[in-house]
């Protein structure tokens, strides 16, 4: 099991920078790391993944803007986002999940607050 730890939010003006970061309790070797987010009044939405072979997928909306990576030798994953723009205020949540058997385990952590002004 891992549990996870998200910082670094805040708030930011638009066309700025912000960098998260997710801390794990274990090892994240065997884990795909996913940031999620969610906004007001709206449904989580998945925003960048790195699987345990460090390949990257990023939502359309976040393209180009956000970059997500991984050390694994530290148990972190930082979500890089640059050009924030408003519709990127959410809570950030960086989930950890991997096969187990015939299922998946997955974690989540608390979440983050980004606000970016206009």
């Known amino acids: 099991q891992v549990q996870l730890v998200e910082s670094g939010g805040g708030l930011v003006q638009a066309g700025g920078s912000l960098r998260l970061s997710c801390a794990a309790s274990?090892?994240?070797?065997?884990?795909?790391m996913v940031w999620y987010r969610q906004a007001p009044g709206k449904e989580r939405e998945l925003v960048a993944t790195?699987?345990?072979?460090?390949?990257?997928n990023y939502a359309d909306s976040v393209k180009g803007r956000f970059t997500i990576s991984r050390d694994n030798a530290k148990n972190m994953v930082y979500l890089q986002m640059n050009s924030l723009k408003p519709e990127d205020t959410a809570v950030y949540y960086c989930?950890?999940?991997?096969?187990?058997?015939?299922?998946?385990?997955?974690?989540w952590g608390q979440g983050t607050q980004v606000t970016v002004s206009s």
């Open positions: 790195i699987t345990s072979g460090s390949r990257t």
């Open positions: 274990g090892s994240i070797f065997s884990f795909a």
């Open positions: 989930n950890a999940r991997r096969e187990i058997g015939s299922g998946w385990y997955t974690a």
